[in-house]
């Protein structure tokens, strides 16, 4: 597990859902690849709105359902233009719903793009203080956005940048 700066640990292996979900053929083996990862013990899975256009949530969501929430570590991500008060918190919900359950344990921006940082930080802080995120973190942003982003006030209590590394 890797120690994050709030103090809670984030497992450092996990499960993605990228190009999940577009494939209707391959749904059930989807949900069954994440459940073996799951009992294999990689318990982290990680998500987002834009993939497959939610059916990626939807899939990890009947993956874990028969499992104990709290033994899986829930990421998802939001894209720029609803990371606003206007379309952050339905787009959670949507989330939410997708993933069948009422909390995520992490909950990304999945790029910087045109949205105000001030106002990222603002929701995020409040979807944490109304329990449906237990953290917030980034996703793709470089040395000049994380430092915009750390001048912003409560720009620290950002968890995590999460970037593209995988085996292929």
Same mark, same amino acid.
């Not at 894209?79 to 339905?90: Q, T, V, W």
């Not at 359950?101 to 203080?129: A, F, I, P």
């Given at each position: 597990?890797?120690?994050? #700066? ?10 993605? +859902? =990228? ?27 990680? +998500? ?31 894209? #720029? ?68 982003? =750390?001048?912003? #006030? ?15």
């Amino acid at each position: 597990q890797i120690l994050l #700066p709030d103090g809670s640990y984030i497992p450092k292996l996990g499960q993605g +859902t =990228w190009r999940m979900g577009e494939d209707d053929d391959k749904y059930e083996k989807e949900i069954m690849g994440l459940r073996h990862g799951i009992r294999m013990g990689i318990n982290m899975i990680d +998500t987002a709105e834009m993939y497959a256009d939610g059916k990626a949530e939807n899939i990890a969501g009947n993956a874990i359902k028969i499992f104990d929430r709290e033994d899986v570590y829930l990421v998802s991500k939001v894209y #720029p233009e609803n990371a606003c008060r206007k379309h952050i918190y339905s787009s959670l919900e949507r989330s939410l719903k997708l993933l069948g359950t009422d909390y995520l344990d992490l909950y990304l921006l999945h790029w910087r793009g045109e949205v105000q940082l001030t106002e990222v930080v603002y929701c995020m802080e409040d979807l944490k203080q109304k329990g449906q995120i237990n953290r917030w973190g980034v996703s793709n942003f470089d040395v000049q956005d994380m430092e915009d982003l =750390w001048k912003i #006030p409560d720009g620290n209590r950002c968890c995590i940048n999460q970037i593209l590394y995988n085996l292929g």
